[in-house]
């Protein structure tokens, strides 16, 4: 089992930035490609970006390149996504995910283990 724990999420106007966290724990963290996802309300969970276990490949959604971050230190057991030029359109709960295949988070929802969300909300 792994357990996910999100953390950082808030109310920043359009143009901010926020760091969301996504720590870990149980299984050896370096073992799992990460992933955030993105639910707004009434919509589907959409993928953000990913991260491979080793943090040499990273994976970005279109609608946040060049914007949103995502990184990992495997001696904190931690994920992170740094988010900068912030729309009203990025609101939403924000998730983590972990999976042995980075495939799978890239490329689906049906990642192994999720966190339970933290909620981001841009103003404009």
């Known amino acids: 089992q792994v357990q996910l724990v999100e953390s950082g999420g808030g109310l920043v106007q359009a143009g901010g930035s926020l760091r969301l966290s996504c720590a870990a724990s149980?299984?050896?963290?370096?073992?799992?490609?990460m992933g955030w996802f993105r639910q707004a309300p009434g919509k589907e969970r959409e993928f953000v970006a990913a991260?491979?276990?080793?943090?040499?490949?990273?994976y970005y959604a279109d609608s946040v390149k060049g914007r949103f971050t995502i990184s990992r230190d495997n001696a904190k057991n931690t994920v992170y996504l740094e988010m900068s030029g912030l729309k009203p359109e990025d609101t939403a709960d924000y998730y983590c995910?972990?999976?042995?295949?980075?495939?799978?988070?890239?490329?689906?929802?049906?990642?192994?283990?999720w966190g339970q969300g933290t909620q981001v909300t841009v103003s404009s």
């Open positions: 149980g299984r050896t963290f370096s073992n799992y490609a």
């Open positions: 991260i491979g276990w080793s943090g040499g490949s990273t």
């Open positions: 995910a972990a999976d042995r295949n980075t495939r799978v988070v890239v490329t689906t929802t049906r990642s192994t283990y």
